[in-house]
Nanobody, 124 residues
């Protein structure tokens, strides 16, 4: 059974940090890129960050560059998103996805498995 389980969300004030984690099971993890996306209320799903199969290449949406960092541990089948200097506009449900290729991609079309999401709420 394929499972991606996100954790680490919560409610924080602007300027705080959170670390999201995504644990994968029932699928091949280490050969594929992983990504984080988010969906804010009333908005479309948005790409946040992606990491290649070996962690060598990462991509970020411009709005989080310098504040967020994606990382992965292939031995533990986990991917993390360290979020610093959080802003109210970062409020969303955050989802991790497993890519269809080894290369990091920004489009959701390149991801085949998704978790249920974890809520991040940032108050001003």
């Amino acid at each position: 059974q394929v499972r991606l389980v996100e954790s680490g969300g919560g409610m924080v004030q602007a300027g705080a940090s959170l670390r999201l984690s995504c644990a994968a099971s029932g699928l091949t993890f280490s050969n594929y890129a992983m990504g984080w996306f988010r969906r804010a209320p009333g908005k479309e799903r948005e790409f946040v960050a992606a990491i290649s199969w070996n962690g060598g290449i990462t991509y970020y949406v411009d709005s989080v560059k310098g504040r967020f960092a994606i990382s992965r541990d292939n031995a533990k089948n986990t991917v993390a998103l360290q979020m610093n200097s959080l802003k109210p506009e970062d409020t969303a449900v955050y989802y991790c996805g497993r890519g269809t290729t080894a290369q990091a991609k920004a489009s959701g079309e390149n991801y085949i498995y998704w978790g249920q999401g974890t809520q991040v709420t940032v108050s001003s």
